[in-house]
């Protein structure tokens, strides 16, 4: 394991055939993640297994065959189209393949090229995150399977620290216990308040998971970040689609917040405490 960090965090040092065949299989095992979340992001909300049955068109029930089902490759050569029906697939398919692929790239980019400590966790926290926003935007949930799982997969994750097996592990427990206690609280006191729920239940558990990977800053940005995204994009997309009043579906905004601080969380850190005793200086 020692030897994975030294030879991620060595970057710029690589030989430049290395980096590019390395950049490729993150390209592509990104992927095929997404043509897995895509199943996900369709059945889990639905209460429909994720094993079996196979995919088939939706339209005319056409089983899709393994060479139908190669991540972006087929969409293409398929035109969009069924194979056996000629009704079209949405290309929301090819898009999801296609950011999950590009976002494990520039994972794998950051730390290569960005001498941090190889974060294995934050691999399993992009999916989820994808899948968390897909819900939530298009039916208003965020599933209980992610978030669930997440957390678990969080804790566990704390393991794979180098350095501190154990305090890792009790850091990050500590962070979903406070995270969720915390959000339980604002979710219970703004439903009395305002008679309406104000926070719901799927985000108070999205942003414990969120914790378990990331710790309380991660959970602190994330909160704000979205809060900023949400004020200031949600009167847009309502304008967009035509729409006077929604309710505010927070699990996208949320999951943009966590991308941000996923990919420059150290950098800004670094910001906020260069900020910090400059001020305190002066
Ligand atoms: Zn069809």
New binding site residues.
């Given amino acids: 394991m020692q030897q994975i960090y030294t030879l991620l965090s060595s970057g710029m040092d690589a030989p430049f055939a290395f980096i590019v065949c390395i950049s490729v299989f993150a390209f592509i095992f990104g992927c095929c993640i997404g043509s897995f979340l895509n199943v996900c992001i369709w059945r889990i909300p639905r209460g429909e297994s994720i094993v079996s049955p196979p995919s088939r ?1 939706p ?2 029930g ?1 089983w899709i065959t393994a060479w139908e089902n190669i991540p972006i490759i087929s969409w293409l050569a398929l035109k969009g189209k ?1 194979s ?2 000629k ?1 079209p697939i949405s290309p929301r398919y090819i898009i999801i393949e296609a950011i999950t692929g590009i976002l494990y790239l520039l994972l794998f980019w950051s730390f290569f090229f960005g001498h941090r400590v190889f974060l294995p966790g934050y691999f399993v926290l992009l999916p989820l995150l994808i899948c968390c926003a897909m819900n939530d935007c298009e039916l208003g949930i965020i599933p209980d399977e992610y978030t669930y799982f997440g957390i678990i997969a969080g804790l566990l994750c704390a393991f794979l620290d180098p350095y501190a097996k154990l305090t890792a592990f009790l850091y990050a427990l500590f962070s979903v216990m406070v995270t969720g206690g915390v959000m339980a609280l604002f979710a219970m006191l703004g439903k009395m308040i305002f008679k309406r729920e104000a926070l719901g239940w799927g985000d108070v558990k999205y942003l414990a998971m969120v914790s378990a990977f990331t710790g309380i800053p991660g959970v602190l940005f994330t909160i704000l970040a979205g809060s900023l995204a949400g004020l200031l994009f949600h009167p847009l997309v309502n304008r967009l689609k035509g729409r006077k009043s929604r309710t505010l579906r927070f699990g996208p905004y949320l999951a943009a917040g966590t991308l941000i601080w996923m990919f420059a969380g150290s950098f800004l850190l670094r910001m906020y405490w260069q900020f910090c005793s400059g001020s305190g200086k002066g």
């Fill in positions: 068109c339209k005319c056409h069924c056996s029906c009704e």
